[in-house]
């Protein structure tokens, strides 16, 4: 499955990035031998900077990887430039050791948002989490769940029987949503794809493209009989009674990627493969 990210328009042009890089990447690597033998080797040509100082990261690993970075600085607006040590590598360019400082000047920069989840579980709490992929409700036992969904405050569904449903953002249309046989959608479209995970009732309901501005609520039904968890990434409330899943605007992401394979491109490729 490929990890995927959170979806506005793409930006035309790369972020500002100072005259003189050297020394001003900070690089990481994915636990494997791969990844951090490249990083030495990075580390020796171009330098070491702390993430405070950088003017861009450097990410070498897989699509996994890059999720991982993408929390870990989210909020911080650094560019990351993805490099790929891994297996599928949707989310990341093509390695290479000794043109990293020209790639990292012509690249073009992709600006994203991540979906906000606001989950109320059995005790009353309220749980709110990021999610760069999806946000995704799912049946905790051998019993469907039985789930009511409401879009801007309007009953859309009284009642869905499923294993569950998942929100995207438009770059995570490409991971789990895909693989729930959900529609992949465009950078820039400014749609949200909801798609049911295995659909009982009605069985003919596919799921919905939703504006990006929706706020899309979930009400659990029968909760004690059918419990239900939602997971935003791999942050999981159990329990729930109702999730409310909207694009947060006030937080984003650039990823940077070579001109030939940037995110746009790579979306719409994927609708063509077979």
Known sequence: ?????????????????????????????????????????????????????AAVLVALGGDGFMLEMQHRFLGRNLPIYGMNCGSVGFLMNAFHEDDLLPRLRVAQAAMLHPLRMRALNAAGQMQEALAINEVSLLRETRQAAKIRILVDGKERLAELICDGILVATPAGSTAYNLSAHGPIVPLGANLLPMTPISAFRPRRWRGALLPAEAVVMFQVLEPAKRPVAAVADYVEVRDVRSVEVREDRTMRLTLLFDPDHGLSERIIAEQFTV
């Not at 003189?20 to 900070?26: D, P, S, V």
């Not at 020796?44 to 702390?50: E, K, R, S, T």
């Open 1 to 53: 499955m490929t990890a995927a990210l959170m979806g506005s328009a793409p930006s035309c042009d790369a972020p500002e990035l100072p005259a003189e890089l050297q020394g001003r990447i900070a690089f990481f690597a994915a636990p494997t031998d791969v990844a951090e033998n490249a990083r030495a080797r990075f580390i020796a040509l171009y330098g070491d900077a702390a993430p405070e100082q």
